[in-house]
């Protein structure tokens, strides 16, 4: 069955930097495209970061654009999100989700896995 966990989440101070990393399993990892999202309590889950199968292509929401870095290795079956100069806004949980198959799309409705979730604190 198809499984993605999430880690690295944690407590960082503003300014900081985090790297959330996603275990895939269950399926042919290099064949979808892969996403982060993030969610808050009360407020819809937002588009955080998105790469294509083979890493060629990456598209990112404006609130983290030139803050964040998605990347992945086939190899070893992960995404990562590399967050830097962290914003007390980016506090959440940061979710990994893998794309239904060919769809390269933004919106959450265009992803059929999920992970459980980390949370990211940012507070001094």
């Known amino acids: 069955q198809v499984q993605l966990v999430e880690s690295g989440g944690g407590l960082v101070r503003p300014g900081g930097s985090l790297r959330l990393s996603c275990a895939a399993s269950g399926y042919t990892f290099s064949t979808y495209h892969m996403g982060w999202f993030r969610q808050t309590p009360g407020k819809e889950r937002e588009f955080v970061a998105a790469?294509?199968?083979?890493?060629?292509?990456?598209v990112y929401g404006d609130s983290v654009k030139g803050r964040f870095t998605i990347f992945r290795d086939n190899a070893k079956n992960t995404v990562s999100l590399q967050m830097n100069s962290l914003k007390p806004e980016d506090t959440a949980v940061y979710y990994c989700?893998?794309?239904?198959?060919?769809?390269?799309?933004?919106?959450?409705?265009?992803?059929?896995?999920w992970g459980q979730g980390t949370q990211v604190t940012v507070s001094s």
């Open positions: 790469i294509t199968w083979s890493g060629g292509s990456t």
């Open positions: 989700a893998r794309s239904t198959w060919g769809r390269w799309s933004i919106g959450p409705d265009a992803y059929d896995y």
